[in-house]
């Protein structure tokens, strides 16, 4: 068989995970031609894919050497697909380290391999050593050091990794958009949105910078700024077959939609259509026609907006309309600013579906409904970092818990709803028996405050028109604004805030007080302790 043939079949047994007729097909393909970096390149592979890093080592280093313009051959393998084990892959970086520990190439592409692996602190250490020597990639491990350190909560040091980055290679937009996001988690927002508009500036035509910019501009209040470039999102997902060819205009005062229907999108986050659907009625007052495309579980609940003549679940069956109007993109349409925020609509709920809720409920007490994590979206890029800092926990939740005279009821869903009780807890837990976010909001109808982390649970409160206790992050999200207990978006809304990363002793402590006053005001406060619930059986 001809070398080609070979390297061709050693590719093909690579991919299908048969490495060792891979290793073989390859070193069959390199015996006439010792020196073909490919068929080297492709036994290597196999032989770390087997897992005996230490005998693939010599390989890949070697060929590491002779491309020193390529990738290292250890980031390819963390490419090979199916994926590998991330412990098997991070074996064969040390031991390509251990025999070059000042192939800061290599050093890099590891820290990136543990950060795209959720293994921040151990990319910090891999990186520490790059950073101490100047050369060719130290602003690269500067930038890196800062992502790590962000992952970890570390905004300050964050902030400084990324000042350094952006001082060794200013033409680094990336260097300088991060700076930005890490700035306005601390608050300084002039300094955020200059490092942003520096970003935007070296690549005006990169969506993410443009993202970026917006968010910074939505948490500082200037939202007149931030709308339209908030508009990037769409360059960087997938939208549905509908296309947003005919996305729908802001508008001025006075501009009518008599006659035109508008499809209102579902773009990704359940908490983005329960908060912006608002807008919807604005729409029909305007003469407009309007459909609304949501996932099934918010089919009933956008039923019961005023002005939403039709709700549609499937795309293939999308009446013909005049423009496409996402939910996101409704501030933008109506030129929204803090002030000018629409009131929440009056959702007609069914009754039948409340009061058959309602029998279900404690019946002593003040009736509070937790949530204690949000919606995991592994799907997308740093996400699950967003949901690890969101997401309290139910055992933080303790404080709140110890409060006499509160009947407790689960409102979570999802994976995080399944994770152990703290002992002596009794809660009831409906859950396992909803259908959608009517049967949700239907409960909450029943309750007396909900107490979430911020998701959608938060907003479907609000909708409701109930009290809620939002416990936010210390990196909080754009729309609760910054240095705010109150939001704009829901007048029965109180904000805890974490006062330092990742610790939420002071904000459920804040909480717990709030919560006890209102369980006094109820006239439950000669209760000695909580009223005895039991967990429903699904």
Not at 425 to 449: C, H, N, R, S, W
Not at 488 to 515: C, E, H, N, V
Not at 522 to 535: D, K, L
């Amino acid at each position: 068989m001809a070398p080609s043939e070979l390297l061709a079949t050693a590719m093909r047994l690579l991919a299908s995970g048969a490495w060792h007729e891979a290793e073989t097909a390859a070193r069959a393909a390199m015996a006439d031609t010792a020196d073909d970096m490919a068929a080297s390149l492709l036994a290597g592979l196999a032989v770390a894919a087997m897992g005996e890093d230490a005998r693939a080592a010599p390989i890949l280093t070697h060929l590491a050497a002779a491309r020193p313009d390529a990738d290292h051959p250890c980031v390819e393998l963390a490419r090979l697909e199916p994926p590998l084990p991330r412990a098997l892959v991070a074996r064969q970086f040390r031991a390509c380290l251990r025999l070059a520990p000042d192939d800061d190439r290599l050093r890099l592409a590891f820290a990136d391999f543990l950060l795209d692996t959720d293994q921040a602190p151990e990319a910090e250490v891999i990186l520490a050593e790059a950073i101490l020597v100047d050369g060719p990639y130290t602003a690269a491990a500067r930038h890196l050091m800062g992502m790590a350190r962000t992952e970890q909560a570390a905004f300050p040091d964050a902030i400084d990794s990324f000042q350094s980055a952006v001082s060794l290679n200013p033409d680094a937009g990336a260097s300088w958009s991060n700076l930005g996001m890490v700035l306005k988690v601390e608050g300084r927002f002039a300094d955020a949105v200059a490092a942003h508009e520096k970003a935007v500036t070296l690549d005006p035509r990169n969506p993410q910078f443009r993202v970026n910019r917006a968010v910074a501009l939505l948490q500082a209040g200037q939202w007149e700024r931030a709308w339209q470039d908030y508009e990037a999102r769409f360059e960087l997902t997938d939208m549905p077959a509908i296309g947003l060819l005919r996305l729908m205009p802001s508008l001025r005062p006075g501009d009518s939609l008599a006659g035109l229907t508008i499809l209102a999108l579902h773009e990704d986050g359940f908490g983005d259509t329960l908060q912006f659907l608002r807008y919807l009625p604005l729409l029909a007052e305007r003469g407009a026609r309007v459909v609304a495309y949501v996932p099934l579980s918010l089919a009933r609940v956008m039923r019961g907006v005023p002005g939403v003549a039709g709700v549609v679940t499937d795309a293939r069956h999308l009446p013909a309309h005049d423009f496409v109007c996402p939910m996101f993109s409704l501030p933008r349409i109506f030129g929204t600013t803090v002030l000018t925020i629409p009131p929440v609509p009056a959702a007609a709920m069914d009754p039948a579906l409340v009061r058959h809720w309602a029998g279900r409920l404690p019946h002593g007490g003040l009736r509070a409904g937790l949530v204690w994590a949000g919606q995991a979206r592994p799907s997308l890029a740093g996400f699950t970092t967003l949901d690890r800092r969101r997401s309290a926990g139910l055992a933080a939740f303790q404080p709140l818990l110890d409060v006499a005279g509160v009947s407790f009821v689960s409102l979570q869903a999802g994976t995080p709803a399944r994770q152990p009780w703290p002992r002596g807890l009794e809660m009831v837990d409906l859950m396992p028996e909803v259908a959608d976010f009517a049967d949700t909001a239907a409960i909450i109808a029943g309750l007396d405050v909900v107490i979430s982390v911020d998701t959608s649970v938060v907003h479907l409160a609000g909708l409701v028109g109930k009290p809620v206790f939002l416990l936010d992050r210390y990196d909080g999200c754009w729309r609760w604004l910054s240095g705010r207990l109150d939001s704009p978006w829901y007048p029965g809304l109180t904000i805890f805030r974490q006062q330092q990363p990742d610790d939420w002793s002071g904000a459920m402590a804040k909480a717990a007080i709030s919560l006890r006053a209102m369980a006094i005001s109820h006239g439950f406060s000669t209760m000695s302790g909580r009223p005895r619930e039991h967990r429903s059986v699904a």
